[in-house]
């Protein structure tokens, strides 16, 4: 009977675990010269898809408020209506009371929020959002003294600069941002902010990792973030295979050329930074093959005289051409994770990485390490 008794007791408690709580966020949306928003639109995010939940009315006085009941930490949007561009993230969890103040950056047309109180994931996303309303006014900023001093390149090479300058601060107080706050759910959604990177902020992610897959590995951004660490090709792994066909309709592997030190290289015919480079590799090609130096090019094209047209005109005179022709759907490239291109693999003889995304004269530098002149 006692075990019965504790049994019907542990099942209360995990029911009651389990139960809804209320959350209740109210806040205050700070009208801009000759704004009137009068409705922001509150939205689910569930996956990949953006759900809308209900339309809140802003008062006269710009507050407005909503009631939810989570189970679990769930993340919601805050839109301007037919905007999705102007948006705020909530990172909402079950017994918040979230109290937040808003506004539109004229400047730029984004949403701000400059004040969140009750929430720690909130207070995150205040951080982040706010550097990216500061890092983007400042950006436009330079893009209109840019466009303004055409006729002077030594000007505009400063702006230039400038701009990378502030890119590169803008990056690293988020990267400290996001490890400073590793342990908060919030960071497994901001840290996509790198994901056109993950290279070089791949630490970011794994520790993000590290801190919550344990205890919040249910979560649809923790479960993301993982899977980027798990499937992350970086230096020492060994790279995955490529088995695809040539113009001829000849399967070409990647292992076959094991033994030699191989350049994957992810391109396509449209691909005007591609296109560019390609007399770079063609030059590096002759120099290196006589000592084992192969490259593997991997066509995200779809039209198959658009492909071997360009590897004629380019003279690419190599023999591992290879592609299914489906674009940004090739499952080369998938099996890399590519998203833009150029991207480039460089591998050792015995097929593990040695690094990625090499061009110009650091393609050429690392080539003349590995085989000396």
């Not at 409705?39 to 407005?64: A, C, H, M, R, Y």
């Not at 890092?135 to 390149?153: H, V």
């Amino acid at each position: 009977m006692k075990k019965i008794i504790n049994l019907l007791l542990l099942v209360i408690v995990s029911y009651g675990a389990l139960q809804a709580q209320n959350v209740h966020v109210q806040g205050t949306f700070l009208q801009s010269n000759g704004s009137n928003k009068k409705e922001l639109t509150l939205s689910k995010v569930n996956g990949n898809k953006v759900e809308p939940v209900e339309n809140l009315t802003i008062s006269d006085k710009g507050q407005f408020q909503f009631n939810l009941s989570l189970t679990e930490p769930t993340m919601y949007l805050l839109t301007i209506p037919g905007n999705r561009q102007q948006a705020i993230h909530l990172m909402l969890h079950p017994k918040d009371r979230v109290k937040l103040t808003m506004q539109t950056d004229d400047s730029t047309g984004f949403l701000e929020l400059t004040s969140a109180e009750g929430s720690k994931d909130m207070k995150l996303y205040q951080s982040f959002n706010q550097q990216l309303c500061q890092f983007t006014r400042k950006a436009e900023s330079l893009d209109k003294e840019y466009r303004n001093s055409e006729g002077n390149p030594v000007r505009q090479q400063e702006l230039s600069e400038q701009f990378m300058q502030l890119q590169a601060l803008q990056k690293k107080a988020i990267r400290e941002l996001l490890v400073e706050n590793a342990d908060l759910l919030m960071s497994a959604f901001l840290v996509t902010y790198f994901d056109d990177d993950i290279d070089t902020y791949y630490e970011v992610y794994e520790t993000i990792d590290q801190k919550l897959s344990k205890t919040r590995g249910d979560n649809q951004f923790v479960k993301y973030v993982d899977s980027k660490v798990k499937s992350h090709l970086g230096a020492g792994r060994m790279a995955p295979e490529i088995a695809m066909k040539d113009p001829d309709g000849n399967i070409r592997k990647l292992s076959d050329l094991r033994g030699k030190v191989v350049m994957i290289d992810f391109w396509a015919s449209w691909c005007r930074p591609c296109r560019m480079e390609n007399p770079n590799v063609v030059k590096l090609y002759h120099r290196y093959h006589d000592k084992g130096f192969e490259i593997f090019s991997v066509s995200l094209d779809k039209n198959r005289n658009d492909w071997t047209n360009a590897i004629k005109n380019d003279g690419l005179v190599w023999e591992n051409h290879v592609s299914d022709l489906n674009g940004w759907t090739s499952t080369g490239g998938a099996a890399y994770g590519i998203t833009s291109v150029p991207s480039t693999v460089l591998v050792d003889r015995e097929g593990r990485i040695i690094a990625k995304n090499l061009r110009g004269k650091e393609l050429e530098f690392k080539l003349k390490e590995i085989f000396g002149e």
